[in-house]
């Protein structure tokens, strides 16, 4: 496998994880400036063409507006791949690469990154052995604010809604039923603030609160149901990216092998994307 991207999520995660995994074989990492790895004692293929013909499999860690070309590419060349979220720069690219992968017979994971951590999957347990009505899911930071993730351009540009949304929308959209309608959404561009309620097909509604420019130490995560089955609440985000991503590696693994989708594949990018896209336009962005 080999890695496109060398900033810090590819670093502290991607890399990282695939170094460290028994089922992997890291061959090494692309980047459009070769400086980017100048510190890594790793190999950097020279182009995207050697990437390719080096590997059987792709990990992405750069922008969405760069990740959907080249991983059209990766798939064209028979390149099974792990996708960063957002899937795309926007809808119509999403669903480009979905028809590219779908056409190539390829199989893919989206880096729902916490849907990989065993803390919330005993949630998941929880909420589908009951009756559920109603959910929160609120995501608040200091990202924007300092830190490794400060200066990334896509994020400041997205906000929220593109960084932690796809994790927020994926997990209540799983925990009570596909979102088929954005009933209101709102965002306070100069503060990152942004509040929607969704509507799913189950007829429950989720609260959806997001923010990259909080000053919150830690960072808050809350996820929660509530109804005839009581109240199932998730905060817990202990379990390292790394260690999810390791589990996400396994899984990924035993798609490729056996020929079988995963649940968190690129039709899941694509249809959070399309939830995402339509808390923007009701937010009049």
Same mark, same amino acid.
């Given at each position: 496998?080999? %890695?496109?991207?060398?900033?810090?999520? *590819?670093? @502290?995660?991607?890399?990282?994880?695939?170094?460290?995994?028994?089922?992997? @074989?890291?061959?090494?990492?692309?980047?459009?400036?070769?400086?980017?790895?100048?510190?890594?004692?790793?190999?950097?293929?020279? &182009?995207?063409?050697?990437? +390719?013909?080096?590997?059987?499999?792709?990990?992405?860690?750069?922008?969405?507006?760069?990740?959907?070309?080249?991983?059209?590419?990766? *798939?064209?060349?028979?390149?099974?791949?792990?996708?960063?979220?957002?899937?795309?720069?926007?809808?119509?690219?999403?669903?480009?690469?979905?028809?590219?992968?779908? @056409?190539?017979?390829?199989? #893919?994971?989206?880096?729902?990154?916490?849907?990989?951590?065993?803390?919330?999957?005993?949630? +998941?347990?929880?909420?589908?052995?009951?009756?559920? #009505?109603?959910?929160?899911?609120? /995501?608040? &930071?200091?990202?924007?604010?300092?830190?490794?993730?400060?200066?990334?351009? /896509?994020?400041?540009?997205?906000?929220? +809604?593109?960084?932690?949304?796809?994790?927020?929308?994926?997990?209540?959209?799983?925990? +009570?039923?596909?979102?088929?309608?954005?009933?209101?959404?709102?965002?306070?561009?100069? %503060?990152?603030?942004?509040?929607?309620?969704?509507?799913?097909?189950?007829?429950?509604?989720? *609260?959806?609160?997001?923010?990259?420019?909080?000053?919150?130490?830690?960072?808050?995560?809350?996820?929660?149901?509530?109804?005839?089955?009581?109240?199932?609440?998730?905060?817990?985000? &202990?379990?390292? &990216?790394?260690?999810?991503?390791?589990?996400?590696?396994?899984?990924?693994?035993?798609?490729? @092998?056996?020929?079988?989708?995963?649940?968190?594949?690129?039709?899941?990018?694509?249809?959070?994307?399309?939830?995402?896209?339509?808390?923007?336009?009701?937010?009049?962005?």
């Amino acid at each position: 496998m080999a %890695t496109v991207g060398a900033g810090p999520w *590819a670093r @502290e995660t991607h890399i990282a994880a695939l170094r460290a995994h028994p089922r992997v @074989e890291f061959a090494g990492v692309w980047t459009r400036r070769p400086e980017a790895t100048a510190d890594l004692d790793i190999p950097r293929f020279d &182009s995207v063409e050697a990437m +390719l013909d080096a590997c059987d499999a792709v990990t992405f860690a750069v922008p969405p507006q760069a990740q959907a070309g080249l991983a059209v590419r990766a *798939a064209g060349a028979g390149k099974h791949l792990i996708l960063d979220k957002p899937i795309a720069g926007d809808v119509a690219e999403a669903e480009d690469l979905v028809a590219a992968i779908t @056409e190539a017979g390829v199989r #893919s994971v989206v880096t729902f990154t916490r849907r990989f951590a065993p803390e919330t999957r005993r949630f +998941l347990d929880a909420v589908d052995a009951g009756t559920f #009505s109603g959910g929160l899911g609120c /995501w608040l &930071s200091g990202a924007l604010l300092g830190g490794r993730y400060s200066g990334s351009r /896509w994020r400041a540009d997205g906000g929220a +809604l593109l960084d932690v949304g796809p994790h927020v929308v994926d997990l209540m959209d799983r925990a +009570l039923g596909p979102v088929v309608d954005v009933v209101t959404a709102d965002v306070d561009r100069d %503060t990152d603030t942004w509040s929607a309620t969704l509507a799913h097909e189950s007829g429950a509604r989720t *609260a959806v609160q997001l923010s990259l420019r909080v000053p919150a130490r830690p960072t808050v995560s809350q996820f929660r149901v509530h109804g005839p089955g009581g109240v199932v609440e998730l905060t817990d985000r &202990s379990t390292s &990216s790394p260690d999810c991503f390791a589990v996400l590696i396994d899984e990924f693994v035993d798609a490729v @092998e056996t020929g079988t989708d995963h649940p968190c594949d690129a039709d899941r990018g694509l249809h959070i994307q399309r939830i995402l896209a339509d808390v923007a336009t009701a937010a009049g962005v």
